[in-house]
């Protein structure tokens, strides 16, 4: 008989909270329950038909073969080309890593560079998986709390209090989930004015979601010369072009460590799939405006939940500038009842709205801040309308 015994490091780590509540939906929808699932991250929009034509091509060209562990070159060279038009970053192409999602392009660079005890600053709230990677690589995560009262965004001088000489990185997202909160230029250039006075700390920044902003210009954090050398911008086409089935992330970094990223996924996946790579071409090369539409909506969603959230008492929310979510404080729910179930915590809120409401919310502890929970509002308006009267419901019923 064997005995089942897994590997220590595995423990480290805990299941993707959003990835499990996504799970728990689509049991009890198996099960006949008429569940509205807010929970997962991904647009309801398809992939556009240039896109999916790009694919369709490529088959027909036969790119069936195995690719270059970085990326094709002319991916590689379009997605240079895409930094330096949107962004105003210069890349060479040899600075580029695609990779299979944007999550594989960070976990390239937490363990090509995050060693046994290396502290890496996370502010809070920070995407499910930042923590668990840095956990995987035996990195120490070092929190930075922003609540609501600060739009969730970060200080110059909170950081500067959280560096040690410990500190290895900082890595957060902007615009953010589960915020969808968007740093401006100035607010990065004032962290920037912290970081470049310590050379050895590595910002990685995630930009997944760029091009669903509702405020103007995107930032990116490399575009400050005094810390380019020491940032990692990753991006994808995942959330932007309404791609996330395709798995196609990819990074810009300086060159030694966009060479340990392609070392450390040489070992691990190899290449990414040919043909997502031909549609992610034809994808970062085309246009930013052919996006534009799906922003609006996002936007048009985004109000509408925002004023629907702000009709139930107790429910404070900021104004998200970008992404497409809603992180409001619940806390003010917390030691109440129903007579059955009390509410200690955002947890024990997502589970009751669940089982007593079929709606299925993600806890703000998945993302650091116990006094939140995440909506996604990436799904119809009628179905979000119906999710806003469920969770009006239920939250009158506790005492």
Known sequence: MSIEKLAARLSKISESQTLAMARKSRELQAQGKDVISLSIGEPDYDTPDFIKEAAKKA????????????????LRVAIADKFKRDNQITYTPEQIVVSTGAKQSIANVILSLVDEGDEVIVPIPYWVSYIELIKLADGIPV??????????????????????????????????NPSGSVYNKQELEALVKVLEKYPNIYIVSDEIYEHINFVGKHESMAQFPSVYNNVITVNGVSKGFAMTGWRIGYIGAPLWIAKACEKMQGQFTSGTCSVAQRAALAAVAADPAVVKPMRDGFLKRRDMVLALLNDIPGIKTNVPDGAFYVFPDISAYFGKSDGTTTINNSADLCMYLLNSANLALVSGDAFGDDN????????????LIEAIKRLKNALLLLK
């Open 59 to 74: 088959i027909d060209q036969n790119y069936t073969h195995y690719t270059p562990v970085a990326g094709f070159q002319d």
């Open 143 to 176: 929190y930075i709390y922003a609540g609501v009262n600060q739009n969730f965004k970060i200080s110059a001088e909170q950081l500067e209090a959280a560096i040690t000489p410990k500190t290895r990185m900082i890595i957060f997202s902007t615009p953010c």
């Open 372 to 383: 939140c929970v995440r909506f996604s509002y990436a799904t119809s308006e009628d179905k």
